[in-house]
DNA sequence: ATGTAC
């Protein structure tokens, strides 16, 4: 049902336009299906849609994807691209978990050969990757010279210590480093939180899932990915922990003032924001920078242990697991990209918060391998239900700045499922429908059970309808470690 | 998401 509050628009069966009026500079436009619509009114993430629209250089739309929800300032799900001279970059419209995303390792390993080990595999991978809020390694506490080097390098600093192989570099967004970041403006706050925390997990949604390929789509396109039926694959979903919030924070701060010193007018203190070329814009992209490469040295050191859980758990050496990466995304992320607008190339800083890259085969910043394919998309669903491999479009770089969702998105609040949980065993459940699951907090599994998410096929569905992904395989889980 | 309110 469409909603007068909004005075919401159809344009097709996938996307929904909330026209520009009063003080908005361009319109909202969301993707969704008449359904999910509704759902998406519940809270007031289209209002943030359109506090968004108002912000100086924002260019053609504010974008919301189909796994939209409320967030701090700007929803999460959303996608807005900024014109270099008049535009704006916003702490907020990144998130506080700056590089929060997801990494799909691939194995040489197939169902059948992990029945009756499972347990196994959970235990030691539980034992392995630290868990929960404020997780950190007893075994790896870095020098404040040392989490710098990672700030300046991101995943490069782990394969250069031996925790991966160069090739899995060719294999993240970015080959694991966001260029510019300046380590001399995080603050030693945030440098004294990543000491103990690089290669643990945190909480809430983060994730490592081992699961197999239970559809695939598009069997060309899977084998370019190394992807086949029943073939085992490990989903790892973490971001920047400590260090990346109180980047954050600490930002969020020193934008509130340059947003009244360049008379921005905000709509929303949450949005607080400063021009991207002015020193406090400089600034946060700099820090931001550094966040995004320790949460890719993150990943990258919890494949580390993906690997070796497997091989002490079951018994075997690298020739056998073969556990490599297909790719790792980043959805929370501000960047400088070339996009086409009005017919002409510009660069722009897209930002995007629970919204992943979808560039389309053939784009110079798709990883040589999937040129001809497109650029992997990670689709990581609740842990219940199954998560999806796409890739990205022509279309999605046409009318998305190269964007698509991130993953199931929230329908309840934590608070709403704590109470939705309550008397219910969330792990006997899961076991009951053959997922093994090991959390660091009950109260984390009953903030996560699967009805407070979306159904992820449906906002799936969504964006390939849309034309802004195409679904290569499905993915279901086997057993999961939660924070 | 977050040493879930320095």
């Not at 008449?34 to 998406?40: C, G, N, V, Y």
């Not at 929960?132 to 991101?154: A, I, M, P, T």
């Not at 990346?244 to 203190?269: H, T, W």
């Not at 002490?312 to 960047?335: F, Q, T």
Request: net charge neutral.
């Amino acid at each position: 049902m469409t909603d007068d509050k909004y005075k919401i628009q159809k344009i097709d069966d996938y996307r929904w336009r909330i026209p520009r009026e009063g003080k908005m500079r361009v319109d909202g436009i969301v993707y969704a299906d008449a359904h999910m619509l509704e759902d998406i009114q519940k809270d007031e993430s289209l209002q943030q849609v359109i506090n968004v629209s108002f912000l100086p250089g924002i260019i053609k739309h504010s974008l919301a994807m189909p796994d939209i929800h409320w967030g701090y300032g700007f929803p999460i799900g959303g996608v807005a691209a900024f014109d270099m001279d008049e535009g704006v970059v916003s702490p907020g419209g990144v998130g506080y978990d700056i590089n929060c995303g997801v990494r799909l390792l691939r194995t040489g390993l197939y169902r059948v050969e992990l029945v009756n080990k499972l347990e196994s595999v959970v235990n030691t991978l539980f034992a392995n990757i630290p868990s929960g809020v404020g997780s950190h390694r007893k075994d790896l506490k870095l020098s404040q010279q040392e989490v710098k080097n990672v700030l300046k390098n991101g995943a490069r600093w782990a394969v250069s210590l031996g925790y991966g192989t160069k090739e899995d570099l060719e294999h993240i967004e970015e080959k694991g480093c966001i260029a510019g970041a300046n380590p001399e403006l995080v603050s030693g706050r945030a440098i004294e939180r990543g000491l103990a925390q690089l290669g643990t997990l945190g909480s809430g949604n983060h994730f490592v899932e081992v699961g197999y390929v239970s559809e695939v789509y598009h069997v060309e396109i899977a084998r370019v990915l190394g992807l086949e039926k029943d073939g085992i694959t490990i989903v790892v979903h973490t971001g920047s922990r400590g260090l990346g919030y109180q980047v954050c924070d600490d930002f969020l701060r020193v934008m509130i003032n340059a947003a009244r010193k360049y008379s921005i007018e905000l709509p929303d203190r949450q949005l607080c924001c400063a021009p991207i070329n002015s020193q406090e814009g400089r600034e946060y992209l700099a820090a931001m920078a550094c966040a995004a490469n320790y949460a890719f040295a993150n990943r990258q050191m919890i494949t580390h242990w993906v690997r070796e859980s497997f091989e002490r758990a079951l018994h075997i050496g690298p020739k056998e697991s073969k556990i490599s990466p297909v790719y790792d995304v980043c959805h929370n992320i501000a960047k400088f990209e070339d996009h086409i607008v009005e017919g002409e190339k510009k660069r722009l800083c897209v930002h995007r918060k629970g919204a992943t890259r979808a560039f389309p085969p053939n784009h110079p910043d798709t990883p040589d391998a999937y040129k001809a394919v497109g650029q992997p998309v990670l689709i990581p669903g609740d842990m219940g239900r199954c998560s999806y491999v796409l890739v990205g479009t022509e279309k999605a770089y046409a009318d998305t700045f190269g964007s698509t969702c991130h993953g199931a998105g929230r329908v309840m609040s934590r608070g709403q499922a704590t109470r939705t949980a309550k008397g219910r065993s969330i792990a006997q459940e899961l076991k009951e429908k053959g997922i093994l699951v090991r959390a660091d907090s009950r109260a984390t599994l009953d903030e996560e059970i699967p009805e407070a998410y979306k159904n992820v096929t449906e906002v799936v569905d969504v964006v390939e309808h849309a034309g802004i992904s195409k679904k290569i395989v499905q993915l279901k889980p086997l057993c999961v470690v939660k924070g």
